[in-house]
């Protein structure tokens, strides 16, 4: 029995559960925005109730790529992330990196334009890191020194921080964290992951996409500070970190429908041997 044909016939069948997948989802996420508005949830035109954000599978969490490896131009590793430098305009602008270090310890830090670097996502979703330097070139590169600390600049000073809502009085409540910034494939910032503080501290809780745009340095003590109210950080988009849950569900589908017709062309094939 011929397994390409039944796994072709096998496969046909999964075209309508994608379709039904898609406008379930759809139809969940204009029902919550409906539920949303007609509770009366106060938004602005930027943050009305709209539902999920999905990870794109080009996206990257700034997160992740702290501590990765890079690899150089003979494809071994010769450097790892530091940290990402942003720009005020929302971009990453530099790959700060250490190199030379002894068993992932220690080494000289320097800084590559971020467009250096070629980012690919692997199958796992894990990001893999290369540029076209060999290990002695980027050990060459200048010693990158930061002239002021905590001015919200670098990734590692912005996932975690902690930020005051804009709200009419000074309730501790009102905070919130920064648990991710999500860049695009070039290097822009798509959103920045935020948390209601009480429980983003600990990493649990819905977390909300929110523009790069809302965020601000705080005049006077330096801190920083969302131009959203909590009503409207409540109405934002909720991230999901799945990078497309219907191409997840599909492709778990595929894979045992794919089993599925193996199992049975073996099957087969014994009955035939016999």
């Not at 971009?91 to 190199?99: E, V, Y």
């Not at 992932?104 to 250096?116: E, K, M, S």
Request: hydrophobic share 40%; aromatic share 4%.
């Amino acid at each position: 029995m011929n397994k390409l044909l039944i796994t072709a016939a096998a496969s046909a069948l999964l075209l309508p559960l994608s379709a039904n997948a898609e406008s379930q989802n759809k139809a969940e996420m204009n029902a919550e925005a409906r539920t949303n508005m007609e509770a009366g949830t106060t938004t602005t035109a930027d943050y009305s109730a709209s539902g999920t954000v999905w990870m794109s599978p080009s996206s990257l969490s700034a997160k992740e790529l702290l501590g990765e490896g890079i690899r150089g131009a003979d494809g071994e590793r010769i450097a790892r992330i530091d940290d990402i430098e942003i720009d005020a305009n929302g971009n990453a602008s530099k790959a700060i990196f250490l190199s030379g270090g002894v068993f992932g310890l220690g080494g000289t830090r320097g800084a590559l334009d971020y467009q250096q670097m070629d980012i690919e996502i692997d199958s796992e979703h894990e990001p893999i890191v290369s540029v076209s330097l060999s290990e002695e070139a980027i050990q060459s590169v200048a010693e990158y020194r930061t002239e002021e600390m905590n001015d919200y600049s670098l990734a590692s000073e912005i996932i975690g921080a902690k930020v005051d809502l804009e709200t009419a009085n000074d309730n501790d409540d009102d905070d919130a964290v920064i648990n991710d910034i999500i860049l695009s494939a070039d290097g822009r910032v798509e959103h920045l992951l935020v948390q209601k503080s009480a429980i983003g501290s600990i990493g649990m809780g819905e977390r909300y996409a929110v523009a790069y745009s809302k965020l601000a340095v705080e005049q006077g003590d330096g801190g920083l500070v969302l131009d959203l109210s909590e009503a409207e950080l409540t109405a934002s988009p909720r991230f999901t970190e799945s990078r497309n849950a219907l191409q997840k569900g599909w492709d778990k589908t595929r894979e045992g429908v794919e089993n599925t017709a193996d199992d049975v062309g073996d099957a087969a094939e014994d009955v035939i041997d016999q």
